[in-house]
């Protein structure tokens, strides 16, 4: 990637985090390593980082915590990650679902990865991790139900990047491109998200 450009990024942004937001399969962690190398900061997987404050597999913590008790270890993590900066953060697909995770999270910019239903069907099926949400007779409609629920609260991101499928590392490359416009606007409001479309390879922006 250009470093002309992730340089001037990084004097910007000035050690906010970056946080990625999406459903399971979006590319979250694929696309935040290369994120994170470009601008020299440290990728960090909230899921990883939520497995080693429990000591357990998130699959594990659901069977024993149920979903609400991860989701208040997920929390607390996601507030001790808040404290630090110059992070890349990977975060879970849940994430957005507690209002006071977005609430961290707005101290640092907030990246929506989103990625078309059959695509991200695709990557589920081949991808051997356990997720727990996804254990149903119908994974398509399992999908369904969880994106009506999460759409509307990843459309609360202050970037929004459609994907198509391409290279982590031009996703990487796509954000680092829409960024400066972000950081221009700073603050901006819930639902000003700059839209960021790679359809043939073209990326337009626009306010929504």
């Known amino acids: 990637m250009p ?3 992730a340089r001037g990024l990084r004097r910007r942004l000035e050690g906010l985090n970056l946080y990625l937001v999406g459903m399971m399969g979006s590319g979250k962690s694929s696309v935040g390593r290369p994120l ?23 699959p594990e913590l659901f069977a024993s915590e149920g979903e609400e008790g991860f989701r ?3 929390a607390a993590v996601l507030n001790q990650i808040a404290a630090w900066h110059s992070l890349v953060v990977a ?18 910019v907030v990246i929506w990865l989103d990625a078309p239903d059959l695509l991200l069907l695709e990557r589920l099926a081949a991808d051997p991790t356990p997720r727990p949400l996804m254990q149903a007779d119908d994974p398509s409609t399992r ?11 990843y459309a609360q991101a202050d970037l929004h990047i459609i ?3 391409r290279p982590p590392e031009q996703v990487a490359w796509q954000v680092l491109e829409a960024l400066p416009g972000i950081l221009k606007q700073r603050p901006a409001g819930p639902h000003e998200a700059v839209t960021v479309h ?8 626009s306010i929504n």
Not at 143 to 153: G, S, T, V
Request: proline share 1%; hydrophobic share 35%.
């Open 198 to 205: 790679n359809a043939d390879g073209v990326a337009t922006h």
């Open 163 to 165: 994907q198509d499928g």
């Open 91 to 108: 975060t879970g697909g849940g994430v957005v679902t507690r209002s006071q995770n977005w609430g961290q999270m707005r101290q640092g």
């Open 3 to 5: 470093t002309e450009l």
């Open 72 to 74: 208040d270890l997920e």
């Open 36 to 58: 994170a190398e470009a601008l020299g900061y440290r990728f960090l997987d909230a899921d990883t980082s939520v497995e080693q404050a429990a000591g357990r597999s998130i």
């Open 143 to 153: 999908l369904a139900d969880l994106l009506k629920e999460r759409r509307p609260l």
